[in-house]
């Protein structure tokens, strides 16, 4: 496999192949938390809808904290040999234990590949689990579309998989060793402790790939697995340290992580919302003519994508906001407070994200101001 990757290197894109999957150990004390829960599952109202495609509601599924790691999560077949672990939509609590994001899988007649690992090491192990219930075929690949837990804290999990290579952008590298990743494994930690231990200790560990993408903005590499085709995109850095993008060429399914959000809105804490809008942008000229898009919340969607369109619409709104608030001389707090889109208020996680998402745009556009 090395030697694919290295020829495709050399014609299309670089990539960086280290020896082995490195484990880096994270092992901060839990956070004291001063706010409460303002938007997690709710077990009164535990469901699953029977279909992950064009889904008007999203699962409300508890997790079980006594569930053993080699039980199989749900898990939604979307295309012939395509399936799609469909997370709620909510904050990590302790019901739904870190299950919010959505995750898949391939089985080709080679092999396995993973598109994201959900977000801990233990629904990391269960995943495995549930791929086991559908093949006994060895798990080739794990595609990270980017390092923020909901998509990546599960990855140590395969890391162990005898013959696996793990892919991401080269940005995880940098975020897995610095300090930032610090604060979100202690905040995971404070509320479901057990499900974050990743090794022998009862300690976190984060992963450093083999396969590291990097070079231009919309560079691709391409995976040849079976009868299957993954086209892996590198979308830069819009929403993390480092986006991924990839279609499933035969099945025709694009996997959108975090570029576009269904039926909740987005979370800027790091990336680039300008970038965001030109990679929307680049998606609907790219992939808009694709049979299936899987974003990394909500259910997956067909055409015509009005995800796309809607996460499109919420960037661009609270842009205008914020660059008015500039513009008028607000500071930032003055602007945070009125930030407010009232069209987006009942849109799971606009309580939740909307001011934070406001301070993070407010302080991009003043940069973008000095460039
Ligand atoms: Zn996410």
Same mark, same amino acid.
């Given at each position: 496999?090395?030697r694919?990757?290295?020829?495709?290197?050399?014609?299309?894109?670089?990539?960086?192949?280290?020896?082995a999957?490195?484990?880096?150990t994270?092992?901060?004390?839990?956070?004291?938390l001063?706010?409460?829960?303002r938007?997690?599952?709710?077990?009164?109202?535990?469901?699953?809808?029977?279909?992950?495609?064009?889904?008007?509601?999203?699962p409300?599924?508890?997790?079980?904290?006594?569930?053993?790691?080699?039980?199989?999560l749900p898990?939604?077949?979307?295309?012939?040999?395509?399936?799609?672990?469909f997370?709620n939509?909510?904050?990590?609590?302790?019901?739904?234990?870190?299950?919010?994001?959505?995750a898949?899988?391939?089985?080709?007649?080679?092999?396995?590949v993973?598109i994201?690992?959900?977000?801990t090491?233990?629904?990391g192990?269960?995943?495995?689990?549930?791929?086991?219930?559908?093949?006994?075929?060895?798990?080739?690949?794990?595609?990270i579309?980017?390092?923020?837990p909901?998509?990546?804290?599960?990855?140590v999990?395969?890391a162990?998989?005898?013959?696996?290579h793990?892919v991401s952008?080269?940005?995880?590298e940098g975020?897995?060793?610095?300090?930032?990743i610090?604060?979100?494994?202690?905040?995971?930690?404070?509320?479901?402790?057990?499900?974050?231990?990743?090794?022998?200790?009862?300690?976190?560990?984060?992963?450093?790939?083999?396969?590291?993408?990097?070079?231009?903005?919309?560079?691709?590499?391409?995976l040849?697995?079976?009868?299957e085709?993954?086209?892996?995109?590198n979308?830069?850095?819009?929403?993390s340290h480092g986006?991924?993008v990839?279609?499933?060429?035969?099945a025709?399914?694009a996997?959108?992580?975090?570029?576009?959000? @269904?039926g909740?809105?987005?979370?800027m804490g790091?990336?680039h919302?300008?970038?965001m809008?030109?990679?929307?942008?680049?998606?609907?000229?790219?992939?808009?003519?694709?049979?299936?898009?899987?974003?990394?919340?909500?259910?997956?969607?067909?055409?015509?994508?009005?995800?796309?369109?809607?996460?499109?619409?919420?960037?661009?709104?609270?842009?205008a906001?914020?660059?008015a608030?500039v513009?008028?001389?607000?500071?930032?707090?003055?602007?945070?407070?009125?930030?407010?889109?009232?069209?987006?208020?009942?849109?799971?996680?606009?309580?939740?994200?909307?001011?934070?998402?406001? @301070?993070?745009?407010?302080?991009?556009?003043?940069?973008?101001?000095?460039?």
């Amino acid at each position: 496999m090395r030697r694919v990757v290295w020829m495709l290197w050399l014609i299309w894109m670089p990539v960086q192949v280290f020896g082995a999957i490195e484990r880096v150990t994270v092992d901060p004390p839990p956070l004291e938390l001063e706010e409460p829960q303002r938007f997690g599952t709710d077990p009164t109202r535990a469901w699953m809808p029977k279909s992950a495609i064009d889904s008007p509601r999203p699962p409300e599924y508890v997790v079980a904290a006594d569930a053993a790691d080699d039980e199989p999560l749900p898990v939604f077949q979307i295309a012939p040999d395509t399936w799609m672990l469909f997370g709620n939509i909510a904050e990590v609590d302790p019901n739904n234990r870190g299950f919010n994001g959505n995750a898949g899988f391939v089985v080709t007649d080679e092999g396995v590949v993973v598109i994201d690992a959900l977000g801990t090491p233990r629904l990391g192990r269960r995943m495995i689990a549930t791929i086991r219930s559908k093949t006994d075929k060895p798990i080739l690949y794990l595609i990270i579309t980017h390092a923020h837990p909901d998509h990546f804290y599960g990855a140590v999990a395969f890391a162990d998989l005898p013959g696996i290579h793990i892919v991401s952008h080269e940005g995880t590298e940098g975020y897995v060793r610095s300090e930032r990743i610090e604060r979100s494994v202690a905040y995971r930690k404070a509320f479901i402790p057990g499900d974050m231990r990743a090794d022998a200790q009862g300690r976190f560990q984060a992963i450093v790939p083999d396969i590291l993408i990097g070079g231009p903005r919309y560079g691709w590499l391409e995976l040849r697995v079976g009868e299957e085709v993954f086209r892996i995109y590198n979308t830069g850095t819009h929403h993390s340290h480092g986006d991924l993008v990839v279609h499933q060429q035969k099945a025709d399914i694009a996997w959108v992580s975090d570029l576009a959000f @269904n039926g909740r809105v987005t979370f800027m804490g790091d990336g680039h919302t300008r970038e965001m809008l030109e990679n929307l942008d680049w998606l609907m000229r790219e992939l808009g003519d694709v049979k299936l898009m899987v974003p990394g919340h909500g259910s997956a969607q067909t055409a015509p994508f009005p995800m796309v369109a809607r996460t499109r619409a919420y960037i661009e709104a609270l842009r205008a906001k914020m660059a008015a608030a500039v513009e008028e001389g607000l500071d930032l707090q003055e602007a945070v407070d009125a930030a407010d889109l009232p069209e987006w208020r009942n849109v799971r996680l606009y309580r939740l994200n909307h001011r934070l998402n406001a @301070n993070f745009v407010y302080r991009e556009l003043e940069q973008e101001l000095f460039e």
